[in-house]
């Protein structure tokens, strides 16, 4: 039976999969980019949580990030509609079908990166924050 954790991730890795983008997870970035573009989820830190007692409960702020690329002579749309994409998949359920408090994304890093002998790729990190709790840190 998966963790709360993983169970999060995966909801969160099944929204990025309904984009028309490919979408990926923990995967390093492969030779080609498809035209429709590549995401790239990084499973992230949970980092130190609050902890509240009576009852006992860690309070998460587990940050992950997206990793978005597009390739291609007009990139700059296509970055934009990739990213737009992601906001509204983040945007349509905030709570991951109840699993999370919230989920919140940040605005994204972006950086142009040159091909040797291909077109210009153009990626982020878009940093996000699930909030979300557990009863014991290990499940």
Do not use: N
């Amino acid at each position: 039976m998966p963790t709360l954790r993983e169970t999060i991730l995966t909801a969160l890795y099944a929204r990025l999969s309904a984009l028309p983008s490919t979408a990926l997870r923990g995967d390093v970035l492969p030779e080609r980019v498809p035209a429709e573009g590549l995401l790239i989820l990084r499973d992230g830190e949970p980092g130190e949580p609050e902890v509240t007692l009576s009852p006992l409960r860690y309070h998460y702020q587990h940050h992950v990030e997206i990793e978005a690329v597009v390739q291609g002579t007009a990139r700059d749309e296509a970055f934009d509609t990739l990213t737009a994409s992601i906001g509204a998949a983040i945007a349509a359920d905030r709570t991951l079908g109840g699993l999370c408090d919230w989920v919140e994304a940040e605005a994204p890093r972006s950086v142009d990166l040159p091909v040797e002998g291909a077109a210009s790729l153009k990626a982020a990190m878009i940093p996000v924050v699930l909030h979300y709790v557990l009863a014991d840190p290990l499940r």
